[in-house]
């Protein structure tokens, strides 16, 4: 099982950014997944449930970010609006256990190596 994560980058305050995460080496279309951040503690943003129609945001990033997945790309997306400083951290794709998230990041079997995004004048 492999996620690669891509998209992070500096980007001022108000700005916007897209995050990629590959995945191989499974059936993506079976796992819910997720985006975490770690800055410096880890935090789960967002998850969504195998087959797209459910998800879950944070009370910190909702109303800005949206994820979303294609499960014919096998690709997990996080578009991330209205970027505040405190975005900035090391965002990581996991892998759910199972069709639904879990709100425990211990139920995530895969990570990404993560990819950095700063936020700042």
């Known amino acids: 099982e492999r996620l690669v994560e891509s998209g992070g980058a500096l980007v001022q305050p108000g700005g916007s950014l897209r995050l990629s995460c590959a995945a191989s080496?499974?059936?993506?279309?079976?796992?819910?997944m997720a985006w975490f951040r770690r800055a410096p503690e880890r935090e789960l943003l967002a998850a969504i449930s195998?087959?797209?129609?459910?998800?879950y945001y944070a009370d910190s990033v909702k109303g800005r970010f949206t994820i979303s997945r294609d499960n014919g790309l096998n690709t997990l997306y996080l578009q991330m609006d209205n970027l505040e400083e405190q975005d900035t951290g090391l965002y990581f794709c996991?892998?759910?256990?199972?069709?639904?998230?879990?709100?425990?990041?211990?139920?995530?079997?895969?990570w990404g190596q993560g990819t950095q995004v700063t936020v700042t004048s």
């Open positions: 195998a087959n797209g129609d459910t998800t």
């Open positions: 996991a892998k759910s256990g199972g069709p639904m998230y879990s709100l425990a990041p211990h139920s995530y079997g895969a």
């Open positions: 080496g499974f059936t993506f279309s079976l796992y819910a």
